[in-house]
């Protein structure tokens, strides 16, 4: 098992093959459909008030029932991935098929995918803070940032490449 604690460095990922089990530690962030194609709006205003370089970003909700990822092949989430890795999202852990535009576009920024077990419960359990920090009139589908210790992931694409 390989340890990454944010911010997520490109030595960190360099040192990782696809297939590699790692957990996360520090602080990431949440996102699905409401919320991610938001957070582009922002970039691209250069108004996001927290920096995304080195960042991790799940593709999830959170509720009291907690946190398990979403898919992130969706259109409005997948779209995301290209501009945030660009804007230094080092991690996007979901789960789901990626298309070959968002694996070339994730290997051309240095950022990978990471799926980890569905498993609400297990995830829930690694999330030590929660804190709303964009978009709360979208409920659970808002913007929160975690402190977590111990997401545990498989990294499914890195440099091109995928399981």
Known sequence: MKELITPITDDDLNNLQIGDKITISGTIYTGRDAALPQLVELIEKNKVPFDLKGSVIMHTAFSAAGIAPTTSSKEEIESTIAPL????????????????????????????????????????????????????????????????????????VQDKKRI
């Open 85 to 156: 890795s660009r804007a230094g999202v080092k991690i996007h852990i979901g789960k789901g098929r990626l298309s070959d535009e968002t694996v070339d576009a994730l290997g051309m920024h240095n950022s990978i995918f990471v799926i980890t077990p569905p498993v609400a419960a297990l995830l829930t359990d690694c999330v030590l803070e929660k804190k709303c920090v964009l978009f709360e009139n979208e409920g659970m589908e808002a913007m929160y940032e975690l402190k977590v210790k111990n997401i545990p992931g498989i990294v499914a």
